[in-house]
């Protein structure tokens, strides 16, 4: 902070704030849409959200974000004071929320438990802090998928099990066997699915074992349409879906507690 107005004292959960201390915004949802006034503690589902970094020019405030030197935050605004991380660590920690957002969807289903094996396909920055998200939860058998080798290393690093890279298999049948032979034959009781890529959406469900789960929240943007069976890959196993959307400002302080034990 560089400059502040008289009656701002505290960020968002109550936390003092002053000139020089370091924050970091979450979205800025509207209050008056339909799922603002329905749903309140489901804010990230807002229909005219607001996020800095992404909104651009605005008639009323021409700094919100986009790799400017300076923001102004705007009335409404969701903040938090996090001077006790290096730049670095601030960094992630709005990808972690992400991952907060989609463990506690995932949470809902009942069908995490420390356990349980937990598939993560696609390791980006999002995978990669689910894993990390995962394993502060205690959860020990995370099995990541993906087609890097040193996105995989880091899997590992971060807590997962056993690394998958699905280019050193001929076909998706090898890699199911491959998931199988790690889960008694059964198919991960949940998984991730955090790529925007469609083929890898189709694959996933495959990947499943019978009454298990699944959070799909790779496409954040429309990267097209996905190819499932619904009899085999939905009903014949029964399987649970929960889709998972950003993050709302309940989110952080979660976020921010999980930062410090990765």
């Known amino acids: 902070i560089v400059k502040i107005g008289k009656n701002v004292t505290q960020d968002s959960i109550g936390v003092p704030v002053e000139c020089g201390s370091n924050l970091i915004t979450s979205i800025i949802p509207c209050g008056e849409c339909g799922p603002c006034v329905s749903t309140p503690g489901r804010t990230n589902l807002c229909e005219n959200m607001g996020c800095y970094g992404l ?30 991380f290096t730049l670095e660590e601030r960094i992630l920690i709005e990808p972690v929320a992400v991952a907060v957002h ?92 955090c790529t925007g ?27 097209g349409k996905a190819s499932i069976n619904p009899h085999f890959d939905i009903c014949n196993k029964e399987i649970t879906l929960v889709g998972s959307w950003a993050y709302s400002p309940e989110d952080y302080p979660n976020a921010i507690e999980c930062m410090k034990s990765i």
């Open 55 to 84: 909104m651009g020019e605005q008639a009323d405030n021409k700094f919100n974000g986009w790799f400017s030197d300076y923001m102004v935050l705007k009335k409404g605004s969701t903040f938090f004071n996090v001077s006790g």
């Open 197 to 223: 890529v469609p083929a890898a959406a189709s694959t996933v469900w495959k990947l499943i074992a019978r009454g298990g789960g699944l959070c799909e929240l790779g496409f954040f943007v429309n990267n």
């Open 102 to 193: 989609a463990v506690e969807r995932a949470k809902t289903t009942n069908l995490l438990n420390f356990a349980s094996p937990v598939l993560i396909q696609g390791c980006g920055p999002i995978g990669l802090s689910i894993i990390a998200v995962l394993k502060t939860m205690g959860v020990q058998n995370i099995i990541a998928v993906d087609g890097q080798a040193s996105r995989l290393e880091l899997a590992k690093e971060l807590g997962a099990k056993t690394g998958l890279n699905f280019k050193k298999y001929e076909s998706t049948e090898a890699l199911i066997e491959a998931v199988q032979a790690l889960t008694n034959s059964r198919g991960a009781q949940f998984a991730f699915q």
